[in-house]
């Protein structure tokens, strides 16, 4: 069995923003490979025994994970290939059997599986065909910093939406990997910070180069023929018009023939053309800048994030280095405590709490954002030091408290649907620190929206004008998952998406004993649409956010806007001009006029008939930057949802 990294014995400390939130034991064990994981951040994480052995060639010829998920669901995945050459699997994904040669992809494993990918590629040649499908790429990555000892770093494509790192010694042992958390051995834990900035370079080095290929207008004039504009004041749509830039700027939308010489020229051939959109959820990384500008959002709202990293990543994309979308950031501030999610400003007192509402002041940050371990004792001095400094208050709704003492002591706006919902269906003493915090959703099916309780929020909210991010394609993506199914929030992606990515959407996230549980959850998210409705028709602003690393889920936050009975202009015009006004840009952004910064989309089809259009993106221009979704996408494995314009030089 041995074979390249699995034949030494591996532990990875697991950390996020520098802390220790889990452990990963790999090591050789009765003629295979036992994996031991576990993560505990933000209240959740997976916890996993995995039991592989490989064949001479380095592929899995046995592979069984059993365990929890991120969020708590049942994993007991199984894959073995017979001596009759026939390999069988069953996961929560699928099941199946096949005589196709290739390494086996878990839909459900640690990350101990991008280093067997690796030492599988160095012995064959870099490409890995996957089993049940797919390939994954893998490459040696130079990076520009000396480290205590030598250290390799390749990356892996093809896996998930965006490369991932292993980091190996000259002789195959694992010293790292990095995912969406980075796992380091002992002896580097030193130099964590090192080596997390050596590898965001690598990341944006690539992303650069991806940029520049997907980039077909950069300053100078660039005009845009034969495009319906939508204006989201009025809901119109117009007859074609000519789009005309100069140097990031509208100039005029004009129905003239608009001949400018020296000019990139786009021919729209009857397209829509509607103001880029907004996430009002983020938290941006390198890989989601470039999948925000292909699904066609241009500015995004960060919600949490390393704050050296956003401020890293911002500017590279002021300076045209990367392609992404403009920030708007809000601080994240959470409280101490053994369920922290280890992001932006983790505090243990009301004093750090201050000094971290300061900092975020001073560093331009526009709001502060609250999290479920922070202790609500501090909230109204919190909120009122935020407010003294011009920055708006918003959040999670802190564990053992509800939306009515939030909003009292100084909320401007709730983070989540579910966040507010807590307060209706949660006895006081239950901690939403946990996943809790989602299944209790279950209970929302039973929740009586005319009760006193649920009517004096309501009430709140509308007197006193706080909104609601909803992030709720996000709910339905964790309430309404179910094992091998289609669901309807997964079913645009399918087609497009890398395979190991496809197989993670095709599972129960949740952990449930029933199949009446399973149903609780499904009504509970249909209730969830009933409140935003509601909501709505009463005036209270509802922003659409995702908190999802794939940007194309805002897509489906807007098509379950509709679901809810916001008709798709009023949606639309949520997602463009209100969002921008919310975030104070309203002067600058979200409505295609002279005068205002060229951050605008053209679209097959017309979304204000049938909002699932807007996923078909066939140019972004941001800041008067153009670029071509399908090449981003194509970049990053993903299949296009539209071709691109023709595009010529005046």
């Not at 370079?201 to 940029?211: I, N, W």
């Not at 066609?296 to 280095?321: P, Q, W």
Request: hydrophobic share 45%; aromatic share 6%; with cysteine.
């Amino acid at each position: 069995m041995a074979f390249g990294s699995s034949a030494f014995p591996t532990k990875l400390t697991i950390l996020a923003n520098s802390e220790a939130i889990g452990m990963l034991v790999a090591e050789p064990a009765d003629g295979g490979l036992t994996i031991n994981s576990a993560v505990d951040n933000n209240g959740r994480g997976a916890k996993l025994t995995e039991t592989v052995c490989l064949d001479e060639a380095g592929k899995p010829a046995v592979w069984t994970v059993d365990g929890t998920s991120l969020a708590g669901g049942e994993v007991g995945e199984r894959f073995e290939r017979g001596t009759d050459g026939i390999a069988v699997w069953s996961s929560q994904a699928d099941e199946g059997t096949t005589a196709k040669e290739g390494f086996y992809l878990p839909a459900d494993s640690s990350s101990y599986v991008l280093a067997l990918i690796v030492g599988h590629a160095l012995a064959t040649g870099g490409r890995v065909p996957l089993l049940p499908e797919g390939c994954a790429e893998v490459r040696r990555v130079d990076i520009d910093v000396q480290f205590s000892e030598p250290i390799e770093v390749y990356a892996v494509s093809g896996v998930a939406l965006h490369e991932q790192y292993v980091l190996r010694s000259p002789d195959g042992r694992v010293l790292g990997i990095a995912d969406w958390y980075l796992h380091l051995v002992d002896d580097l834990l030193s130099e964590t910070q090192q080596l997390d900035d050596a590898l965001e370079a690598a990341t944006r080095r690539r992303f650069a180069a991806v940029s520049q290929e997907a980039t077909v207008h950069v300053g100078g004039t660039l005009v845009v023929r034969d495009v319906r504009v939508f204006d989201p004041k009025t809901y119109a749509v117009s007859e074609p018009r000519t789009i005309i830039v100069q140097d990031g700027t509208i100039v005029d939308v004009t129905t003239a023939a608009a001949d400018v010489a020296h000019a990139t020229v786009v021919d729209g051939a009857g397209r829509m053309a509607l103001p880029g959109l907004h996430d009002m959820h983020s938290h941006l990384a390198a890989s989601l800048g470039l999948l925000y500008i292909a699904a066609g959002v241009t500015s995004v709202r960060d919600m949490g994030n390393d704050n050296h990293k956003l401020d890293e990543l911002t500017a590279a994309i002021s300076a045209g280095e990367l392609v992404g979308p403009s920030v708007v950031a809000a601080g994240f501030i959470e409280g101490r405590s053994p369920f922290s999610a280890r992001s932006g400003r983790v505090v243990a007192s009301l004093d750090e709490a201050i000094e971290a509402v300061a900092w975020y002041d001073e560093h331009g940050f526009h709001a502060i954002k609250i999290y479920n371990s922070f202790n609500p004792d501090w909230i109204r001095a919190t909120a009122d030091e935020a407010h003294r400094r011009g920055m708006r208050v918003m959040g999670h709704i802190p564990a053992f408290m509800d939306a009515d003492r939030a909003i009292a002591d100084g909320y401007d706006e709730i983070t989540h649907l579910n966040q507010l919902v807590l307060g209706w269906v949660l006895e006081p003493h239950e901690d939403t620190r946990t996943p809790l915090r989602v299944t209790a959703m279950g209970r929302a099916a039973r929740l009586d929206l005319d009760s006193e309780r649920v009517q004096y929020t309501v009430r709140s909210m509308v007197d006193k004008g706080i909104g609601l991010d909803t992030t709720v394609s996000l709910l339905e993506g964790l309430l309404c998952s179910r094992a091998r199914q289609v669901t309807p929030g997964v079913a645009p992606l399918l087609d497009h998406v890398p395979a190991g990515y496809r197989r993670s959407l095709l599972r129960t996230y949740l952990p449930c004993q029933s199949e009446q549980e399973l149903e609780d959850y499904a009504a509970g998210f249909r209730r969830l649409l009933e409140i935003m409705s509601r909501l709505h028709k009463l005036g209270v602003p509802l922003w659409p956010g995702t908190d999802d690393g794939t940007a194309v889920a805002l897509h489906r936050e807007l098509e379950l806007y509709v679901a809810a009975g916001i008709s798709p202009s009023e949606t639309l015009a949520i997602a463009t001009a209100r969002s921008a006004s919310h975030l104070g840009r309203g002067e600058t952004h979200g409505v295609i006029e002279p005068g205002r910064v060229a951050d605008f989309i053209l679209v097959d089809g017309d979304p204000t008939e049938d909002i699932s259009a807007i996923r078909q993106v066939a140019l972004t221009v941001a800041a008067g930057r153009a670029i071509v979704p399908a090449r981003i996408f194509a970049a990053m494995g993903i299949v296009p949802w539209a071709e691109p314009p023709v595009i010529e030089l005046n």
